[in-house]
């Protein structure tokens, strides 16, 4: 009943910056949390960004500094402005949002991913 959808992806140079987006929509009394991850080849999933609901966000140590999540909250849309990109940074990215689509009930969703590669 709750779709992410993304946006942004693309192939960029090191050194240069793209801005990804995800909108939920369908059957959502809140979300209590969004946020981006990131799978490289070979590698495990893993956390680069996360906001909840309030100010606070979370970063990975590789990103901090160069990556900035935000929501608008109005719009159900986090984003992810990624600065300084570097070829290490080349992965699907995902977005994430923790929904409640009941009084009760909190479901985990998650976008279908969108390539960002990195260039030397």
């Known amino acids: 009943q709750v779709q992410l959808v993304e946006s942004g992806g693309g192939l960029v140079q090191a050194g240069g910056s793209l801005t990804l987006s995800c909108t939920a929509s369908?059957?959502?009394?809140?979300?209590?949390?969004m946020g981006w991850y990131r799978q490289a080849p070979g590698k495990q999933r893993e956390l680069v960004a996360r906001?909840?609901?309030?100010?606070?966000?979370n970063y990975a140590d590789s990103v901090k500094g160069r990556f900035t999540i935000s929501r608008d909250y109005a719009k159900n849309t986090v984003y992810l402005q990624m600065n300084s990109l570097k070829p290490e940074d080349t992965a699907v990215y995902y977005c994430?949002?923790?929904?409640?689509?009941?009084?009760?009930?909190?479901?985990?969703?998650w976008g279908q991913g969108t390539q960002v590669t990195v260039s030397s």
């Open positions: 369908g059957t959502i009394f809140s979300i209590n949390a």
């Open positions: 994430y949002a923790a929904v409640r689509v009941l009084p009760t009930r909190q479901n985990d969703y």
């Open positions: 906001v909840p609901s309030g100010v606070s966000t």
